[in-house]
């Protein structure tokens, strides 16, 4: 450890702009870059959803004034082409899941604070780092690409199952579009791969001096669980499209088998699709939880500071991430009970799937156990985190009604699935990386975000959220399928115009919501206030760094670490917080009994560095 | 010299962990590795659990690639002991043999499938022979790779910049070496096992 940081001391990153900003290999940067994409990309992300909604909400309006944006994809009755639709919906999943909540979410805050909170100069390797952010460039720049070519975007759902996706026959976007998808998503993979080995190996060697594993924040304990399931999981998906790419390309038959296509049948035979379902949801499953696990890193340490109060069950909260690692690859099935799936695998995966409810439960009840009777500040980091914990157990509950193999049969595949997943992994990953943002904006950028434009940003979007996902549990319920381009013709949905009505109206009004929050953001980084040393008064080492940390994060030594990042309002201290880097010698008055005794360690491990540097 | 006994004895506790960061992420790198063909393998056995599926025999040459990866991986211990021990001379002509047997396990692999076309199993076909084409040359993919490292090492042998002091780049070579070696006779045993 004390090797590591004489070799990069004094070692300051003196580069031109090119090697500074762009091609940098310090991970602040390359988290601002994964920020900065993954923005770019929600807003893209966003646009497509409020263009389906459109269709969704006023079926009959006329469109047409979208020509000068979408050409083509307008039809001459001022309608959004039908292919074009289920391309637009397919690429805002895609968009969503993959390059901005978890590029853009574990990307920016686990290159961003496995350093800076475990204590180390940078990642364990800068260069890799540096690559797994151009892969995800490379790979983010194919998929901008597909949304421009003549065939339109992959267009067989976020999902890609065979042989819709397989077969340029089926839909015009499974030609080009679909073959840019699967490069597109290679990429990822490999950017993703490298980024998790980095984090793993960052938590795991290069912690500073003291820097236990029971002393580590929980931001750091969920980006590690996250990392380990990318690793585990997307391999899978690899394995999945490169099946696909064969089925594709050269005419192998993995997923395909007896397809007639206008009367002909094709020369594919033995092929199984449920097999793909199989090994995408292999990844997929997992997947929720690499969105979802760093935003409730992130909310766990954001509630604990702003509470003004220790995290209620820390060792509860790192089991239940853990239990939710391990179950997330044992529940798969689960997307897959109409499959024709055998009942009693089915209630196997019910079971399993149903067990996923007791280490959430654990986790919400610690979240409100730390808030209640906290001195709460309602700072818009704080708010947005409050946000995620309602929509994570608003989502959640209804995870025991779509987990359940009977009830599934009626709500598979219906816009009550749509407002499950959408508030318990969307919103909520949403609302911990906006969270995030605003938390360790000072640390970022120097500067304070604005707290008034925080406040009006959170409520629209609190609101809009839950205006535009909870009358889709009732739409659903009815029956209402979800990726269908009109529901028209159906009488038994004609009740349900108002509701898709409002839930179109609140959508864009909620995408609009951001608009405030990217002024805020651009605006801030330029106008906003100085931030001082430490803004939330917090524990953990990131803020005992400077205003502006250079490459190597520490312009001294790094400090050593004594105690748990969670010691706020320590009875008797002399502030409501202690700092992770304040020896218990420096607190005897709010010490209890055993910190007394690591006293004498303290001692120990000052003389240890000493004899050290006369050695090297 | 006993001062420092001393301090190692104090040091022991507070050490976080004590593998070199690269070789760390060269195990994570191995295990991404592993996930791929442990699913593509489940795949198999999925697909196969369906019916339909054309038996087939494993090309003869496979038999004697295994063996050939088998020593290979024993002369790439050799390699790796004797640059541990700064035994140039010995280290040149191991890592030199590992590097003739890793090229000698690829041009095997290769006449295997030359004899797969002439037994009329296909990459288009059956998923079964598509399934053996994808995970022999999905391994092979993945040796080439390590060739590739091999011969850097071999070079790095030659110029001397191997020693018992700098062995972090050959343990690494070493330990990808044996894994892919190992993963082979799992998948050939594998595939003798599930036709």
Same mark, same amino acid.
């Given at each position: 450890?004390?090797?590591?940081?004489?070799?990069?001391?004094?070692?300051?990153?003196?580069?031109?702009?090119?090697?500074?900003?762009? +091609?940098?290999?310090?991970?602040?940067?390359?988290?601002?870059?994964?920020?900065?994409?993954?923005?770019?990309?929600?807003?893209?992300?966003?646009?497509?959803?409020?263009?389906?909604?459109?269709?969704?909400?006023?079926?009959?309006?006329?469109?047409?004034?979208?020509?000068?944006?979408?050409?083509?994809?307008?039809?001459?009755?001022?309608?959004?082409?039908?292919?074009?639709?289920?391309?637009?919906?397919? !690429?805002?999943?895609?968009?969503?899941?993959?390059?901005?909540?978890?590029?853009?979410?574990?990307?920016?805050?686990?290159?961003?604070?496995?350093?800076?909170?475990?204590?180390?100069?940078?990642?364990?390797?800068?260069?890799?780092?540096?690559?797994?952010?151009?892969?995800?460039?490379?790979?983010?720049?194919?998929?901008?690409?597909?949304?421009?070519?003549?065939?339109?975007?992959?267009?067989?759902?976020?999902?890609?199952?065979?042989?819709?996706? $397989?077969?340029?026959?089926?839909?015009?976007?499974?030609?080009?579009?679909?073959?840019?998808?699967?490069?597109?998503?290679?990429?990822?993979?490999?950017?993703?791969?490298?980024?998790?080995?980095?984090?793993?190996?960052?938590?795991?060697?290069?912690?500073?001096?003291?820097?236990?594993?029971?002393?580590?924040?929980?931001?750091?304990?969920?980006? +590690?669980?996250?990392?380990?399931?990318?690793?585990?999981?997307?391999?899978?998906?690899?394995?999945?499209?490169?099946?696909?790419?064969?089925?594709?390309?050269?005419?192998?038959?993995?997923?395909?088998?007896?397809?007639?296509?206008?009367?002909?049948?094709?020369?594919?035979?033995?092929?199984?699709?449920?097999?793909?379902?199989?090994?995408?949801?292999?990844?997929?499953?997992?997947?929720?939880?690499?969105?979802?696990?760093?935003?409730?890193?992130?909310?766990?340490?954001?509630?604990?500071?702003?509470?003004?109060?220790?995290?209620?069950?820390?060792?509860?909260?790192?089991?239940?991430?853990?239990?939710?690692?391990?179950?997330?690859?044992?529940?798969?099935?689960?997307?897959?009970?109409?499959?024709?799936?055998?009942?009693?695998?089915?209630?196997?995966?019910?079971?399993?799937?149903?067990?996923?409810?007791?280490?959430?439960?654990?986790?919400?009840?610690?979240?409100?156990?730390?808030?209640?009777?906290?001195?709460?500040?309602?700072?818009?980091?704080?708010? +947005?985190?409050?946000?995620?914990?309602?929509?994570?157990?608003?989502?959640?509950?209804?995870?025991?009604?779509?987990?359940?193999?009977?009830?599934?049969?009626?709500?598979?595949?219906?816009?009550?699935?749509? $407002?499950?997943?959408?508030?318990?992994?969307? $919103?909520?990953?949403?609302?911990?990386?906006?969270?995030?943002?605003?938390?360790?904006?000072?640390?970022?950028?120097?500067?304070? !975000?604005?707290?008034?434009?925080?406040?009006?940003?959170?409520?629209?979007?609190?609101?809009?959220?839950?205006?535009?996902?909870?009358? !889709?549990?009732?739409?659903?319920?009815?029956?209402?399928?979800?990726? &269908?381009?009109?529901?028209?013709?159906?009488?038994?949905?004609?009740?349900?115009?108002?509701?898709?009505?409002?839930?179109?109206?609140?959508?864009?009004?909620?995408?609009?919501?951001?608009?405030?929050?990217?002024?805020? +953001?651009?605006?801030?980084?330029?106008?906003?206030?100085? $931030?001082?040393?430490?803004?939330?008064?917090?524990?953990?080492?990131?803020?005992?760094?400077?205003?502006?940390?250079?490459?190597?994060?520490?312009?001294?030594?790094?400090?050593?670490?004594?105690?748990?990042? &969670?010691?706020?309002?320590?009875?008797?201290?002399?502030?409501? &917080?202690?700092?992770?880097?304040?020896?218990?010698?420096?607190?005897?008055?709010?010490?209890?009994?055993?910190?007394?005794?690591?006293?004498?360690?303290?001692?120990?491990?000052?003389?240890?560095?000493?004899?050290?540097?006369?050695?090297? | 010299?006993?001062?420092?006994?001393?301090?190692?004895?104090?040091?022991?506790?507070? @050490?976080?962990?004590?593998?070199?960061?690269?070789?760390?992420?060269?195990?994570?790198?191995?295990?991404?590795?592993?996930?791929?063909?442990?699913?593509?393998?489940?795949?198999?056995? *999925?697909?196969?659990?369906?019916?339909?599926?054309?038996?087939?025999?494993?090309?003869?040459?496979?038999?004697?690639?295994?063996?050939?990866?088998?020593?290979?991986?024993?002369?790439?211990?050799?390699?790796?002991?004797?640059? @541990?021990?700064?035994?140039?001379?010995?280290? @040149?002509?191991?890592?030199?043999?590992?590097?003739?047997?890793?090229?000698?396990?690829?041009?095997?692999?290769?006449?295997?499938?030359?004899?797969? *076309?002439?037994?009329?199993?296909?990459?288009?076909?059956?998923?079964?022979?598509?399934?053996?084409?994808?995970?022999?040359?999905?391994?092979?993919?993945?040796?080439?790779?390590?060739?590739?490292?091999?011969?850097?090492?071999?070079?790095?042998?030659?110029?001397?910049?191997?020693?018992?002091?700098?062995?972090? @780049?050959?343990?690494?070579?070493?330990?990808?070496?044996?894994?892919?070696?190992?993963?082979?006779?799992?998948?050939?045993?594998?595939?003798?096992?599930?036709?």
């Amino acid at each position: 450890m004390e090797n590591h940081s004489h070799e990069e001391h004094g070692h300051e990153h003196h580069g031109n702009f090119w090697t500074t900003y762009i +091609f940098s290999e310090d991970h602040k940067v390359i988290a601002k870059q994964f920020l900065i994409t993954g923005m770019i990309w929600a807003l893209i992300g966003g646009t497509l959803s409020v263009i389906f909604r459109l269709q969704l909400g006023f079926p009959n309006a006329n469109l047409s004034w979208l020509k000068p944006l979408l050409g083509g994809w307008i039809t001459a009755e001022g309608k959004i082409d039908p292919e074009f639709y289920l391309a637009l919906v397919t !690429m805002h999943g895609t968009i969503m899941v993959f390059f901005v909540l978890t590029a853009g979410l574990s990307g920016t805050f686990s290159n961003f604070l496995i350093p800076l909170q475990v204590g180390a100069r940078d990642m364990a390797s800068g260069f890799m780092n540096m690559l797994s952010y151009w892969f995800f460039f490379a790979s983010s720049c194919v998929m901008f690409t597909s949304l421009f070519i003549s065939t339109g975007p992959a267009a067989g759902g976020w999902v890609i199952y065979p042989p819709l996706s $397989a077969l340029p026959q089926a839909i015009s976007g499974s030609g080009l579009g679909m073959t840019l998808w699967l490069v597109s998503m290679a990429l990822f993979i490999i950017s993703s791969l490298l980024g998790s080995i980095n984090y793993i190996t960052t938590v795991i060697n290069l912690r500073t001096v003291g820097m236990s594993f029971t002393k580590l924040p929980l931001t750091i304990w969920a980006f +590690f669980f996250t990392a380990i399931i990318g690793i585990l999981s997307f391999p899978v998906l690899f394995a999945a499209a490169l099946l696909l790419i064969f089925d594709r390309s050269f005419g192998t038959s993995f997923y395909l088998s007896d397809i007639y296509i206008g009367g002909e049948a094709l020369p594919n035979e033995g092929g199984s699709p449920i097999l793909f379902q199989h090994l995408f949801w292999f990844l997929g499953h997992p997947e929720v939880y690499i969105v979802l696990l760093p935003a409730l890193g992130i909310t766990s340490e954001i509630i604990s500071t702003n509470s003004r109060k220790p995290i209620f069950g820390y060792k509860a909260m790192v089991g239940s991430m853990l239990f939710i690692a391990v179950l997330s690859f044992v529940v798969w099935a689960h997307h897959m009970f109409v499959t024709g799936m055998n009942p009693f695998l089915g209630s196997i995966f019910t079971l399993l799937t149903l067990i996923i409810a007791v280490p959430s439960a654990v986790k919400i009840f610690n979240y409100v156990t730390t808030i209640w009777r906290g001195n709460l500040r309602f700072t818009p980091a704080m708010l +947005f985190s409050i946000g995620l914990v309602s929509f994570f157990l608003t989502g959640g509950i209804t995870g025991l009604f779509v987990g359940n193999s009977a009830v599934d049969i009626q709500l598979h595949d219906t816009y009550f699935i749509v $407002a499950h997943f959408h508030l318990v992994m969307g $919103a909520a990953s949403f609302f911990g990386m906006v969270a995030g943002v605003y938390h360790w904006f000072p640390k970022m950028f120097g500067r304070m !975000m604005n707290d008034k434009l925080g406040y009006i940003h959170f409520w629209i979007s609190f609101i809009g959220i839950y205006m535009v996902f909870f009358p !889709m549990h009732y739409i659903g319920i009815a029956g209402f399928p979800r990726r &269908y381009y009109t529901w028209t013709n159906f009488e038994t949905f004609g009740g349900f115009t108002d509701l898709n009505m409002v839930v179109s109206v609140s959508a864009i009004i909620s995408v609009g919501a951001q608009f405030i929050f990217l002024f805020n +953001f651009i605006y801030s980084i330029f106008r906003g206030k100085l $931030a001082p040393a430490n803004p939330w008064q917090s524990n953990t080492l990131e803020w005992t760094t400077p205003r502006h940390p250079q490459h190597g994060n520490w312009p001294g030594e790094i400090p050593t670490v004594y105690r748990w990042p &969670y010691d706020y309002s320590k009875p008797g201290a002399k502030e409501d &917080y202690i700092p992770q880097h304040i020896p218990f010698s420096e607190t005897p008055e709010s010490n209890l009994p055993h910190e007394s005794e690591l006293i004498k360690l303290e001692g120990m491990d000052n003389t240890i560095r000493v004899e050290e540097k006369k050695h090297h | 010299m006993e001062n420092a006994v001393d301090l190692r004895l104090v040091e022991e506790p507070k @050490k976080t962990l004590a593998m070199n960061p690269k070789k760390f992420g060269m195990w994570l790198f191995l295990a991404t590795v592993m996930m791929l063909f442990m699913s593509i393998t489940s795949a198999y056995i *999925v697909r196969q659990a369906e019916g339909n599926w054309v038996y087939f025999e494993l090309p003869p040459s496979f038999y004697i690639t295994s063996f050939i990866i088998v020593v290979s991986s024993i002369t790439m211990h050799w390699a790796y002991r004797a640059s @541990k021990r700064d035994d140039l001379a010995k280290a @040149k002509l191991y890592i030199s043999i590992t590097s003739v047997l890793g090229l000698a396990f690829l041009v095997g692999q290769f006449i295997g499938w030359v004899e797969l *076309v002439q037994a009329n199993v296909y990459l288009v076909g059956n998923p079964s022979g598509s399934f053996l084409y994808i995970i022999t040359g999905l391994h092979a993919l993945h040796l080439i790779s390590a060739v590739v490292f091999l011969l850097i090492m071999l070079v790095a042998v030659f110029q001397g910049k191997v020693s018992a002091h700098n062995m972090t @780049k050959m343990e690494m070579c070493t330990t990808y070496w044996h894994f892919l070696g190992a993963l082979w006779l799992y998948l050939f045993v594998f595939l003798i096992l599930y036709r």
